[in-house]
C-alpha cells in the first residue's frame, strides 16, 4: 500500500522497491542492475536481487510523479 495519497499519485515513473528504497526502470522485468534512483553505492546488495516485479508482490510498488497538494478550500468570510 502506497503512503502517497491517491489524489497527489501522478503518472508512473518506474518501480519502486520498499526494501532498499531504489526505482527500477519499467521496463525492466528483475530487480537488478542500476536503478533509476537510489544509492550510488551499496554495500549489500537488496534481498530481492534478481526478483521479477510480479503482481501482487508487497515489496515493490508504482514509483509515481508526486503531484502539488490541491488547494485548500477557502473560509466563507464572516458577516
Same mark, same amino acid.
Given at each position: 500500500? @502506497?503512503?502517497? +495519497? *491517491?489524489a497527489r499519485r501522478g *503518472?508512473?515513473?518506474?518501480? %519502486?522497491?520498499?526494501?532498499?528504497g531504489s526505482v527500477f @526502470? #519499467? %521496463?525492466? &522485468?528483475? /530487480?537488478?542492475? =542500476?536503478? #533509476?534512483?537510489? =544509492?550510488? /553505492? $551499496?554495500?549489500?546488495?537488496? @534481498?530481492?536481487?534478481?526478483?521479477? %516485479?510480479?503482481?501482487?508482490?508487497s515489496w515493490w510498488e508504482?514509483? $509515481? &510523479? $508526486? #503531484?502539488?497538494?490541491? +488547494?485548500?478550500?477557502?473560509?466563507?468570510? +464572516? $458577516?
Amino acid at each position: 500500500m @502506497s503512503c502517497i +495519497p *491517491r489524489a497527489r499519485r501522478g *503518472r508512473i515513473m518506474g518501480r %519502486f522497491c520498499t526494501r532498499c528504497g531504489s526505482v527500477f @526502470s #519499467l %521496463f525492466g &522485468e528483475r /530487480h537488478q542492475g =542500476k536503478p #533509476l534512483h537510489g =544509492k550510488d /553505492h $551499496v554495500g549489500v546488495p537488496c @534481498s530481492h536481487e534478481g526478483e521479477r %516485479f510480479t503482481a501482487g508482490q508487497s515489496w515493490w510498488e508504482e514509483a $509515481v &510523479e $508526486v #503531484l502539488p497538494p490541491p +488547494p485548500e478550500a477557502e473560509e466563507p468570510a +464572516p $458577516v
